[in-house]
């Protein structure tokens, strides 16, 4: 039986002995197959809220954690089809790294054992846009100013005209950067990375036909 046959059979939520049964590769099989299903219109709730509420008062063994944008379009735990307890989910604007959100993801996988970091961007990002358009107000400046390494080289061979395409490549770009710098500014996931205990992999989501492109950064 494969993983994911044992995941869709679990009938409360995860457990601590399969989520350590489970590789880096097959986390990422989990989250693969479950937006197949919320593509097909056949993710549905296998399990009773009472059983994982029940599986909930126990503990947590979550087997992946995916870091996303705010975006209304991107709800993380539909679009995977996943469940209470399957999944650590961190959003913020523009799916970029702060020190709280990396202190969040070393949590995740050192202290609660996910298998997998997802780095995940969606097509019509207005994060990315705001960036690209050099937007300062308030807060936001801060927070663009974070996107802004992805979004340059794509304004010096676009121009400064927001069309589809300099997006489209902005939000790839900023997912890889994004994947590069966890590495660079997290030493512990640096090492569970290195180690083969996890893996960090970038995909982008599209909002208008709900699939994930996983080939933005395979890891
Ligand atoms: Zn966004």
Redesign the pocket.
Known sequence: MTKNQEYLELESSIKAEFQSSLSPADALDLLEAGNQRFLSGNGSKRRSQSNLLKGAAQGQAPFAAVLG???SR?PIEEIFDAEIGDLFVARV???TVNGDILGSIEYACKYAGSKLVLVL??TQ????KGAYASLKDGNLTGLLERIEPAVAPVRETHGTDAIDEAIDLSVANNVQLVCERIKKESQILAELEESGAIRIVGGVYNVATGEVDFSTYPG
């Not at 990002?125 to 990315?128: K, L, T, Y």
């Open positions: 944008c705010i975006d991107a604007a523009g799916n961007g969606h990002c207005g994060a990315v």
